[in-house]
């Protein structure tokens, strides 16, 4: 029984070398009213912190993102939001009897935007800025935002591939020019826009929009869509900040559908239009301080104070989630079966090389879940040594509660989730010890501090605190200092999953998935594919035919269908090389 029981846990997840380092500059200011737990952890605090650091932002309305500079905080709720023709009425207003003119409102608009850009994105990291203009008022702040930006520092591109041909434009274009910013036709775009910009600023369409965009704005809408469901791959996705409205975005009921652009960064003018109140991202701003009172008291605004002589405010901290409404919506390539590999381990094989090739962090990293005799379950992660025909390969201490629960029970899973590539597999089986040479290799193969960690970590239980640990660690440290060879604990080794049971998961647009999974094999020697959506799942009909060698297809079609397709399961799975992670 845990002393601590119904206090907070923490689990120090150490690279005990790193850890220790970090203890040593970091000494911790007061007792934590937390138990600690020994864990000979494979990662650094740092490592661990960075991953949670570099996590998707995008439409998750994020709560821990701070800006660089908050100055005005308020509670987005107690702000006005303005319908579609209240917008428009503002501006007629401020154009008419209150004598503003078109170019001025876009000049402090324009002006607004490049501020609360600069504000949060500095200019050393995130200088290549390319504005998207649209025709009409919402590109002219793009383009009087672009120049901005040239004057603070940036080094702005401008896409506008639909020209106003009225003086206001033309000349926002001849001062572009005169400063040497390229403007760049679609065509000269490049594919993946992330590996020449750090923002993209989408000043497409504005408050007075409707309907579906057209060519070629449809085009580019969509591509800062995909740069989104595709960031983290190779390199961090470029930052998007639309101007008052998102393209393509209803102004009044925001992302319809779900699949629109989801920008980090929205600055609204004047006052926020009612699709921000959808808005997710980390940075919601108010520009645009020419709002007089008059304004102000005709359609009761509650707006922000602007802080100094800034020429724009934040507005809140990011918009609590409401977890129901968070969805993805998985763009990926079709898992068809005739893509399905027969052999459940070539598939793994294949979509692991993916996973790799896409520069996924830890791809080898996988929930492993166990139940104890009584079938009470527990899932931890933990990191995939090595595959073969043979099974999948962990290490761990074999003290710790998994290991108490693979003694009881032997049956286990294994999960892998490759969020950038919409996939998951799963793999369940049953679990045995690997050989005690083969986790002597491993152990040696090991860096030495990840070594006298595990000697040095009891897992899974209670210690007195991180210092226990800490000087445990550092008396090994002096023990082996010579470079002595440092013996395996004998209660450290690795355990192999023997898989009997294979599922591969390819997440599809609107909910739809691709699955396939091998059931039972190798005994009834099939795979199936399964289409499903999310709201019903299907009546998944199995029929096991009999040792068939022959492919058959069955479709079931209630609403859903499920394909069930027989085939081979080949016999002789060649050997696969163990991954090489550490
Ligand atoms: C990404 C990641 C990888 C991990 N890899 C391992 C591992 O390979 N072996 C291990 O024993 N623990 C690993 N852990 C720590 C486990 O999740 C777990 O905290 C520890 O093994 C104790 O689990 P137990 O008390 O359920 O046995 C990893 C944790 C994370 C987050």
Redesign the pocket.
């Known amino acids: 029984m845990l002393p601590l029981l119904g206090r907070i846990k923490s ?1 120090i ?1 150490t690279h005990p070398s790193s850890f220790i380092t970090h203890l040593l500059s970091h000494p911790p200011t007061s007792t934590p009213n937390f138990s600690i737990f020994s ?5 650094s605090p740092q490592g661990i912190l960075g991953s949670i650091l570099r996590c998707k932002f995008r439409g998750y309305c994020p709560s821990t993102v701070m800006a660089n500079s908050i100055k005005v905080v308020q509670n987005p709720d107690t702000i006005s939001y303005l319908n579609q023709r209240e917008a428009a009425e503002v501006d007629e207003i401020l154009m008419g009897p209150l004598g503003f003119s078109v170019d001025q409102l876009m000049e402090l608009a324009g002006l607004s935007v490049a501020t609360a850009i600069a504000e949060v994105y500095n200019v050393k990291d995130y200088n290549r800025v390319l504005t998207i203009c649209g025709p009409g008022n919402n590109g002219g702040d793009g383009l009087v935002a672009a120049r901005h930006l040239y004057h603070f520092g940036y080094k702005p591109f401008v896409c506008y591939p639909k020209r106003t041909p009225k003086p206001l434009y033309t000349g926002l274009v001849t001062q572009l020019e005169s400063l040497g910013i390229p403007f760049l036709s679609v065509d000269d775009l490049p594919i993946n826009l992330s590996e020449e910009f750090n923002i993209l600023v989408d000043a497409m369409f504005g408050f007075s929009f409707a309907g579906t965009p057209r060519p070629p704005f449809d085009d580019l809408i969509q591509r800062l869509v995909n740069l989104q469901n595709y960031d983290e791959i190779n390199q961090k996705p470029p930052v998007i900040a639309s101007i008052d409205i998102p393209s393509g975005w209803h102004v009044e009921d925001g992302d319809i559908i779900g699949d629109g652009i989801k920008p980090d960064m929205l600055v609204s003018l004047t006052a926020p239009k009612l699709c921000a109140k959808k808005f997710c991202g980390a940075h919601h701003f108010l520009g645009g301080r020419f709002v007089p009172p008059s304004i102000v008291d005709k359609f009761k605004l509650h707006l922000p104070p602007y802080p100094g002589t800034s020429m724009c405010v934040r507005i809140g901290k990011a918009r609590q989630v409401d977890i129901s409404s968070m969805r993805e919506n998985y763009i990926s390539p079709e898992f068809k079966e005739e893509n399905v590999e027969p052999d459940p381990f070539v598939q793994f094989q294949k979509w692991f090389d993916d996973a790799m090739a896409a520069g996924l962090k ?1 791809p080898n ?1 996988m929930a492993l879940c166990t139940a104890d005799k009584d079938g009470k379950p ?1 899932s ?4 995939l040594k090595g595959f073969d025909k043979n099974g999948f390969v ?4 074999y003290g ?4 108490r629960d693979l003694s009881e029970n032997a049956n286990a899973s294994l999960l892998f989730f490759w969020d950038a590539l919409n996939r998951q597999v799963r793999i369940e089986g049953s679990v045995q010890k690997v050989p005690e040479e083969e986790s002597e290799n491993y152990f040696h193969s090991r860096p030495r501090g990840s070594q006298i960690g595990a000697i040095a970590s009891k ?2 239980s209670v210690i007195p605190g991180r210092d226990f640990l800490h000087q445990e660690y550092k008396d090994l440290e002096a023990k082996f200092s010579a470079g002595a060879p440092i013996p395996k604990p004998k209660n450290w080794g690795g355990y192999r999953l023997k898989p009997d049971f294979f599922e591969f998961w390819q997440g599809q647009t609107s909910r739809l998935h691709d699955r396939q999974s091998s059931l039972d094999f190798p005994d009834h020697r099939y795979f199936a594919i399964r289409q499903s959506n999310s709201i019903a799942i299907l009546c998944f009909l199995l029929i096991q035919l009999p040792f068939s060698t022959s492919k058959s297809i069955l479709i079931s079609s209630v609403r859903d269908f499920v394909v069930v397709v027989y085939s081979q399961f080949q016999k002789s799975r060649s050997d696969f090389p163990e991954v090489s992670s550490n």
Do not use: F, G
């Open positions: 689990m997840l864990s000979p952890l494979h990662r830890e990293a527990s931890r992660m933990v990191l962990w290490y761990t201490n710790s509660r998994k290991a897992q899974s």
